[in-house]
């Protein structure tokens, strides 16, 4: 059974820091998605990443892939309080007929001036 | 294009009570998931289909949930009857395939059984 751990859960930092949270799963899976959820809102779609090695940016996040390490990191580069919100990882998981999305329990940011 | 529309948005019931949360995915989107998100947790899939069709239902609590989704379009999700566990945000999502196509989530129904 595939369970995906994410690291820390919650992080509170200040404005112009640098930090990383981090993703691990169990078991073998080639896509990772990272979202964010804001208080009260649905989830949106950061990054999908697709292959061992996978970097993406947006903005002043980062998220990296390492499929052999099983391990994602989501990382921010001077945060902002706009970026704010609960993260989400989510790994494929294609132990059922089609492939399902197991997520993470989430990291709460709170970016503080 | 519009997204994926969930009714109502919020909803207070009793315990023993039933509830049904209704669904409208993005047009052309063939895959639809349930979710079910409890407060400071990720979602966790309950049901998906393909088109008319469950492809994975294995962590639906079929004694008294129960969902549908009959021309392939809409879905709706029943709870009968609530308990109070099953108080949570309700999320819909869809995608164009089952597997690896991106999913897009609607607003979510929230729920309190009280």
């Known amino acids: 059974e595939l369970k995906v751990e994410q690291n820390p859960l919650f992080l509170s930092m200040q404005e112009g820091k640098n930090y990383t949270i981090y993703c691990n799963y169990s078991t073998t899976s080639d896509r990772l998605y990272w979202y964010r959820q804001d208080p009260g809102k649905s989830l949106e779609s950061l990054f999908v990443?697709?292959?061992?090695?996978a970097v993406k940016q947006e903005g002043r996040l980062m998220a990296s892939l390492d499929t052999k390490a099983r391990l994602s990191t989501l990382h921010i580069t001077a945060a902002v309080h706009d970026l704010s919100a609960t993260y989400f990882c989510a790994v494929m998981n294609y132990g059922g007929s089609q492939g399902n999305l197991i997520f993470g329990k989430g990291t709460k940011l709170s970016v503080k001036p | 294009e519009a997204g994926v529309a969930q009714s109502p948005r919020y909803k207070i019931i009793e315990k023993r009570q039933s509830v049904a949360f209704w669904c409208n995915p993005i047009?052309?989107?063939?895959?639809l998931y349930w979710y079910q998100q409890i407060l400071g947790q990720g979602p966790k899939l309950l049901i998906q289909f393909q088109n008319n069709g469950v492809v994975d239902d294995s962590q639906l609590p079929k004694d008294r949930f129960s969902a549908e989704r009959l021309k392939g379009v809409d879905s709706t999700l029943k709870i009968q009857p609530a308990k109070l566990e099953d108080s949570a945000v309700y999320l819909c999502?869809?995608?164009f395939g089952g597997g690896s196509y991106e999913q897009y989530f609607g607003p979510g129904t929230r729920l309190t059984v009280t």
């Open positions: 047009s052309g989107h063939a895959t």
């Open positions: 990443l697709l292959s061992n090695g």
């Open positions: 999502a869809s995608s």
